[in-house]
């Protein structure tokens, strides 16, 4: 009757026993299961991809004057604000043109006189013409009329002159723009007085620049006028500016052993501002390369990975060095060659020495 409990007692210990191995296995069975990635494969393969040239510039205006009175006078008004937008021959300031004025009127009333004058010599040698011709008068007295008459011409071209000259200096004290733009710095004040060469504002065309770029020595040969530069800003992240190969220096230079070059730039919604620093890369032609599918390179980081899938059905983990990607292909610089079979969309579960089953 004593032997019943341990015979009780040893059968459950077994029972346990039994269930904590069945347990086991049904957990290694899973752990197993887990370990099989299952996906589709992609093959690696030559395609083509740009090359670019890398370099850096700075951003200037096609159209960037100081605007000069070109006049001498006060300053009365100034039209316009740093800021401001302005049309070509628009008003940027007005000088105090009262003398200028009467000057004006002083010169075309010369003018008038000197037209008189000459009427007056005209009729005279109309007058004397037929007596001329019949010897009524002597040749030398008719020759006195025609040279005053001639005289009387030029004094009204002088007078002339003279009004046009007084007329332009009233009309210079408004002083314009030659070119439209935006003005980027307003230099004058009212009150002030100005000389011709005195600066009044400056105008920058913000609808055209220029990308100035440095070019080293050893990328020279690629260069052609034509070819597309396509660049980026700090002030605009994320956004791809583009513009064209317009002018090539005419020699290196010396200190730097570099080349400068300009991209034109259209610039119509005024997005970007001259001084503006920018990386830009100039496309100087297409070059065969091994490629997968963009989304078969898993990004962590600065890092790129791929996981090949090796003869004997498994995942072999591989850092990978990328280049340019191109109709949804990624350029494979370093880390896999053409023809090996890659996991085309790798997820959480991808690993290195992983089992791999493809998917139907």
């Given amino acids: 009757m004593k032997l019943k409990p341990r015979i009780v007692l040893l059968g459950l210990m077994v029972s346990g026993v039994v269930a904590c191995r069945k347990a086991e296995v049904r957990a290694v069975g899973e ?75 002083e010169a075309e009333a010369a003018v008038e006189l000197a037209r008189a004058k000459l009427a007056l010599a005209k009729n005279e040698q109309e007058r004397n013409r037929p007596l ?3 010897r009524a008068v002597a040749e030398s007295d008719y020759q006195k ?48 007085y100005v000389q011709a060469t005195s600066a009044v504002a400056r ?60 991209a034109a730039v259209a610039n119509g919604d005024g997005a970007l501002r001259p001084g503006f620093f920018c990386e830009a890369r100039i496309r100087v032609g297409d070059e065969k390369a091994v490629a997968v599918a963009a989304e078969a390179v898993r990004v962590e980081g600065t890092r790129r990975r791929v996981f090949v899938v090796t003869a004997e059905r498994g995942l072999e983990e591989r850092l990978v060095e990328t280049g340019e990607e191109r109709d949804g292909f990624a350029e494979i610089r370093r880390g896999v060659v053409g023809g090996e079979r890659v996991l085309a969309k790798p997820g959480a579960d991808a690993a290195d020495g992983v089992r791999f089953e493809e998917s139907k």
């Fill in 203 to 262: 105008v920058v065309d913000l609808t055209r620049l220029r990308l100035v770029l440095n070019v080293p020595e050893t990328e020279v040969a690629g260069l052609v006028v034509g070819q597309k530069v396509e660049f980026t800003t700090p002030a605009h992240a994320g956004r791809v500016f583009a513009g064209e190969l317009k002018y090539l220096g005419a020699a290196m230079r010396e200190t730097t052993r570099d080349l400068v070059v300009e």
């Fill in 31 to 105: 752990v197993k299961r887990e370990e099989v990635v299952r996906g589709g494969v992609v093959v690696a393969g030559e395609r083509e991809f740009p090359r670019f040239l890398r370099v850096t510039g700075q951003l200037r205006a096609e159209t960037d004057a100081v605007v000069a009175a070109d006049a001498v006078g006060r300053v009365v008004s100034v039209a316009v604000e740093r800021g401001s937008v302005v049309a070509a021959g628009a008003v940027l300031a007005r000088l105090d043109t009262r003398q200028a004025v009467l000057a004006l009127a």
């Fill in 132 to 134: 001329a011709e019949k």
């Fill in 145 to 192: 009329l025609v040279t005053d008459v001639a005289g009387r011409a030029a004094d009204v071209a002088s007078a002339e002159a003279r009004r046009d000259l007084a007329r332009k200096v009233v009309e210079d004290g408004e002083i314009r723009t030659v070119a439209a733009g935006v003005v980027a710095e307003r230099m004058v004040e009212p009150g002030e």
